[in-house]
């Protein structure tokens, strides 16, 4: 899962850049969008993405292919001028989570 604080007001100002981001990834196949989430209230301007991978190594390959893509380079370029910070995790579903079947079926990782 990737979270990324966005600068402040929100998808209004930060929005199309970012959904670009995370769409050319996705549309070029790099990786599996699970989700894009954020909140109106609490902390503001904070985006989680959870992607699906096949496991770590893979995730590392697929990011380095990404970031060599062009496309994918402008589209991070432009929405990174919207950021703060950024954080990744790997998390492993727990053995109650309906995402535990479709990881360990599928040997992933999100």
Known sequence: MATFQMKPGGPAVWGKAFQA???????????????????????????????????ADKRAAIRHTAHEDARVVAAVRESVMYLETQRNMLLVP????????TCMKEGGFY
Do not use: D
Request: no cysteine; aromatic share 16%; net charge neutral.
């Open 21 to 55: 981001s995370i769409s050319t990834h996705a549309k070029a196949g790099y990786s599996h969008l699970v989700g894009a989430f954020h909140s109106e209230f609490g902390l503001l301007n904070r985006v989680h993405v959870l992607w699906w991978y096949e496991s």
């Open 94 to 101: 727990t053995p109650f989570s309906p995402l535990h079947l």
